[in-house]
């Protein structure tokens, strides 16, 4: 999980998709988090006023279900 609160890049440790996190502001407290579109690792999660967003820059490949 990226473990810092500013924006950066991601690396998905399951699937190795890169994406960019871009951090945000709203006025209502909010509670949400983000899922990797390829695997669906969790990326990120809060809960405050400080949203995030994941913009995918390369897909990794989904890992093969055992
Ligand atoms: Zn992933």
Redesign the pocket.
Known sequence: MYDSDSSGNYT??????EYRIHQGHVPMRDKDQIN??????LIKRWNGSRVFNAELLKA?EK?KQE
Not at 12 to 17: D, E, G, I, R, V
Not at 36 to 41: K, S, T
Request: contains cysteine; charged residues 30%; glycine residues 14%.
């Open positions: 998905c440790p399951k699937c190795k998709s990797c579109d390829i695997c669906g690792d990794g890992p």
